[in-house]
């Protein structure tokens, strides 16, 4: 898995997850995300941060990068 220095700490803590979902407002960035994982087992949604689809409580682990 190829990923930026800032991730791998939370690696091992995210390898615990049964389901990963993947957010970015820019689908052309969620294709560049699928190409650099192409095996992996990920929900791939092009959605605004600001109002995220997912029930409260629902997420029980999230990890935030490259917010500006």
């Known amino acids: 898995m190829r990923h930026g220095p800032?991730?791998?700490?939370?690696?091992?803590?995210?390898?615990?997850?049964?389901?990963?979902?993947?957010?970015?407002?820019?689908p052309a960035m969620l294709e560049f995300a699928k190409q650099q994982l192409p095996n992996?087992?990920?929900?791939?949604?092009?959605?605004?941060?600001?109002?995220?689809?997912y029930p409260d409580k629902s997420l029980t682990w999230w990890w935030c990068s490259s917010v500006v």
């Open 40 to 53: 992996e087992d990920i929900e791939w949604n092009a959605v605004d941060a600001v109002s995220l689809p």
């Open 6 to 26: 800032s991730y791998a700490p939370y690696r091992p803590a995210a390898g615990q997850v049964r389901t990963y979902v993947a957010t970015d407002i820019n």
